[in-house]
């Protein structure tokens, strides 16, 4: 079994990912139970998912329909004025092909009323307040609708911090944080979602003309299988040079894992009792349900 | 959670075990306050046997020891002229509990665990069950063949906290062949045991009867000698 090359435009040096091969029945069955499991677990029936148009929410919108029924999930997009129309598109196609009922309420009226104010925030601010705009009407319809908000981060975004911490990072659970891009373009193709999903550049679509390769600076592909050989196979650093990824990318890679560790970790709490939450007072999310 | 094995609260099980024996899975607190991962045999109104885990994994995603005393013996017990034992989880995956069942007679190996499924890539089964799924069938249909023993295994099905639990519980026959299998839901499993057949797997294949405990005994305490008796 191999997996599926990565999106096409940017797939000048195939490389190989056969070692990132899922057995996709598997995982599908796993995570489809998980999405039933810990959602009525808490009391709900429902989860609200963030529809982007690109393949991470696409393939949590497609699980979730699958585990709890398409008339449980609400899928919402959210667009901004400078969003590419292809992203709602996409978007509107997945929701038509699973029977999810999507929602679209535009941000451009909340961002611009704000950077009216601070009219030279940069890109980089802008993209990160669109994060955290979306964020919050995901939680408003999670607490209308009573239904929990699903994440749509995947392992290689979440190690390289390649998100907006409490923008698209937040969520109540988040089944292919476990997944990493090239493995969630796999599965995309094992549960249907539409090839022009699937195959596209991905872009976080904060900006026009935005690339999640270009602005990370390497392919997907490429960090996937470095990063899992330096995570899931704990590969030395001189292993991982041995066996051919550059030592300037592995460096690079590295510095950015370890630096965005403060994204995945909840806030540090000045330790001054004896009996601290999440040091001593440790238990799981799930405790008490 | 915890409870002294005195615990009013254990009074429905034993009631209940003067019509089927129950193997539980529960923290038993110590009257000198240590509180062990243990597995509880009640038959016919009274707790039968207690085995506290020996082995607590403290690695990767496991945290026992940080909660739990460690038991540190394996004992067997007779019950309709099996002789039982009892394991929890990682006491199966170190060879020294199963074979120190396995000296004392053991023909019925208990074995309840809550064990995680992970490792989902890609392999040639490509079945739905996970690589920790794999590993403990083939543990299990060893530890039963090389025993020559029946294991009942009993495993956690369902998910905390965005772990699995793959169930797969089973009743494997002292040939190592599966008499009973569960799949990865919560349900029944019904199997005939019979004591017959321990014997003649045990007729076949000697291994018990062959066993060198006294040579196993002094290699270890060579081995144990020399691991300790150098200059630290």
């Given amino acids: 079994m191999s997996a599926p090359a990565g999106p096409t435009e940017v797939a000048d040096e195939p490389l190989d990912s056969s070692e990132l091969a899922l057995n996709l029945p598997l995982v599908e069955s796993i995570l489809l139970g998980f999405i039933s499991n810990e959602t009525t677990r808490v009391g709900f029936d429902k989860v609200v998912v963030g529809m982007s148009g690109g393949v991470d929410s696409s393939l949590v919108a497609a699980l979730a329909a699958k585990a709890l029924g398409p008339e449980n999930v609400i899928g919402v997009s959210m667009p901004y004025r400078a969003s590419n129309p292809a992203s709602l598109a996409d978007a509107q196609l997945v929701a038509e092909k699973f029977e999810i009922p999507l929602r679209v309420v535009e941000i451009t009226p909340q961002v611009d009323a704000y950077f009216e104010r601070f009219p030279d925030a940069d890109n980089q601010r802008r993209g990160n307040k669109m994060a955290r705009e979306r964020m919050t009407i995901l939680y408003d319809v999670s607490l209308a609708e009573t239904a929990l908000v699903l994440g749509t981060s995947n392992k290689t975004e979440l190690l390289l911090g390649y998100s907006t911490i409490f923008g698209d990072s937040a969520s109540a659970l988040n089944p292919i944080g476990d997944l990493y891009k090239s493995q969630v373009w796999q599965l995309s193709s094992h549960v249907g979602i539409p090839d022009q999903v699937i195959g596209k550049a991905p872009s976080a679509d904060l900006w026009e003309g935005q690339s999640d390769e270009s602005e990370l600076g390497y392919r997907y592909a490429a960090v996937d299988r470095l990063l899992f050989h330096l995570v899931d196979r704990r590969v030395a650093v001189d292993e991982l040079v041995d066996m051919g990824h550059d030592p300037a990318f592995v460096e690079a890679v590295l510095q950015r894992v370890r630096t965005n560790q403060y994204k995945r970790r909840p806030p540090i709490i000045a330790k001054v009792s004896l009996r601290t939450i999440d040091r001593e007072f440790r238990y799981p999310r799930d405790w008490g349900v | ?232």
């Fill in chain 2, 1 to 232: 959670m915890a409870m002294e094995l005195d615990d009013a609260r254990l009074e429905p099980l034993l009631e209940a075990s003067r019509r089927i024996d129950l193997v539980l899975g529960m923290v038993v607190k110590s009257a000198d306050f240590r509180y062990y991962n243990a597995a509880v045999y009640l038959a016919e109104g009274e707790v039968r046997h207690v085995h506290r885990k020996v082995y607590l994994p403290t690695y990767g995603m496991f945290d026992e020891s940080r909660y739990f005393a460690a038991g540190d013996r394996v004992r067997t017990f007779d019950r309709h002229g099996f002789g039982v034992g009892a394991l929890v989880c990682e006491d199966a995956w170190h060879l020294s509990a199963p074979y120190l069942l396995f000296v004392q007679g053991v023909s019925l190996m208990l074995c309840i665990s809550s064990s995680p499924g992970r490792g989902v890539l890609a392999n040639p089964e490509a079945d739905l069950s996970p690589g920790s799924a794999h590993s403990w069938e083939d543990l299990l249909r060893t530890v039963a063949e090389y025993t020559a023993s029946y294991v009942v295994y009993c495993n956690r099905v369902g998910y905390e906290d965005g772990v699995n639990f793959w169930g797969g519980s089973a009743v494997l026959a002292p040939d190592g062949s599966t008499v009973a299998e569960a799949g990865a839901e919560e349900g029944m499993l019904f199997a005939d045991i019979d004591l017959r057949e321990v014997e003649r797997q045990r007729l076949n294949t000697p291994l018990l009867r062959d066993e060198k405990v006294e040579f196993t005994l002094r290699e270890l305490e060579r081995v144990w000698n020399e691991r300790t008796g150098g200059p630290y």
